[in-house]
Structure formats: structure tokens, C-alpha cells
T-cell receptor, first 110, second 115 residues
């Protein structure tokens, strides 16, 4: 299966903007890109989803370039409570394809 | 609280045994997805059911099976367990038939330990 790669870890400080990128070298035409947040011993929680260009909601922005070979999750002004693992997901919907990235551990320092 | 419930929270069993994990989706959700999360394989999609019908299969072993009942709860059956099956098993639910434009809500997971 295609690999969806992310940096293993990132460090940041409170109040900074954090950008986490995922590569989608084998993304299919019908695939959407979704990002999830996961805290220890909890299930993943939906953050944002998009197909191309830019999507923004109350907690994050998602940037997807025209070739869709990557996606970038942007978290504005992170806080300590944003320390978690962040996963990207290539979601082929009705196909058999639901491929999670390798996950990025974001550590936010005071 | 996502509204998705999973039981049991923890399960410890021996190799060769069979276990059943249960998932109750959020009220009104017709889709249930099962995932396995392990340290070496990460999050892997296993299987998707919509309104009682199997819709898609991912990396699900033949020793594993699932079903969704008329009341929409789902069970994941794992048999002939091996040490490598030790993992967190999550279910997620969503309203519609396709996850690509639908939000999936994950349960708290069942931690399976095979000794």
C-alpha cells in the first residue's frame, strides 16, 4: 500500500503557529485528505478535511497544493493542550482505501 | 465524549483464543469502521459496514471477522489469536455511506493483550 509520510515529531512553544506536512505521493483522484488529533489512550479526533486549495475552520487550516501531493495542517497559536499526535488520512470514500499517515508527535513547550 | 462506545476497555487473553469486541455507534450514524493501532503498524483500517452491509475491507486478516447488527451495533471477532494481534482496536462511526466527505467519530478503543 502507498505510504503516507509525516515527520515523526515536532517541537513548538505556546503561542506559535505550527505547520505539519504530510506527503501524498500516490494520492488518487477521488481521495479526500483528513487530519486527526490523538491524545494518549484516546481515539483519534477529527480536525479538518479538504480536497484541494485551502480549508479553514475554528481550530485549524488545511493547505493542499494543486498537484495534491502534499497537505499541510496549520495550527495557529498553539497551547500546551495541543500536545498530541497528529495523523493525516487519505480517504478514498467508497473504495477500500483509508490510509493513515505515520503520525507526528507535536510537543508544545511553555 | 464522541458518543461512540466500545467494550470491553481492556482484554487480556492467551494465544489461540477467540475474542469479541463490541462497538455502539453514535445515535443516527449508519456506518461503522474498525481500525487496529499498533506500535509497528500504526493506524490501519480493517473493515467498514453501512446499515448492516459490508462496504469495504482493508488490511483485515482472515482470522478476523465483523458484522453489524440490525440495531447498528457492530462486533469484531478475532480468532486464533497471536502475540502480534496485541493492539488497540478502535471503532468509528459516521452518518453516511462514504467517509471521504463525512466526519468519523472514534470510540475510546479496546486494548487487547495476547499473552
Amino acid at each position: 500500500l502507498a505510504k503516507t509520510t509525516q515527520p515523526i515529531s515536532m517541537d513548538s512553544y505556546e503561542g506559535q503557529e505550527v505547520n505539519i506536512t504530510c506527503s501524498h505521493n500516490n494520492i488518487a483522484t477521488n481521495d479526500y485528505i483528513t487530519w486527526y488529533q490523538q491524545f494518549p489512550s484516546q481515539g483519534p479526533r477529527f480536525i479538518i478535511q479538504g480536497y484541494k486549495t485551502k480549508v479553514t475552520n475554528e481550530v485549524a487550516s488545511l493547505f493542499i497544493p494543486a498537484d495534491r501531493k502534499s497537505s499541510t495542517l496549520s495550527l495557529p497559536r498553539v497551547s500546551l493542550s495541543d500536545t498530541a499526535v497528529y495523523y493525516c488520512l487519505e480517504d478514498g470514500g467508497a473504495t477500500n482505501k483509508l490510509i493513515f499517515g505515520t503520525g507526528t508527535l507535536l510537543a508544545v513547550q511553555p | 465524549d464522541s458518543g461512540v462506545t466500545q467494550t470491553p476497555k481492556h482484554l487480556i487473553t492467551a494465544t489461540g483464543q477467540r475474542v469479541t469486541l463490541r462497538c455502539s455507534p453514535r445515535s443516527g450514524d449508519l456506518s461503522v469502521y474498525w481500525y487496529q493501532q499498533s506500535l509497528d503498524q500504526g493506524l490501519q483500517f480493517l473493515i467498514h459496514y453501512y446499515n448492516g452491509e459490508e462496504r469495504a475491507k482493508g488490511n483485515i486478516l482472515e482470522r478476523f471477522s465483523a458484522q453489524q447488527f440490525p440495531d447498528l451495533h457492530s462486533e469484531l471477532n478475532l480468532s486464533s489469536l497471536e502475540l502480534g494481534d496485541s493492539a488497540l482496536y478502535f471503532c468509528a462511526s459516521s452518518v453516511g455511506i462514504t467517509s471521504s466527505t463525512d466526519t468519523q467519530y472514534f470510540g475510546p478503543g479496546t486494548r487487547l493483550t495476547v499473552l
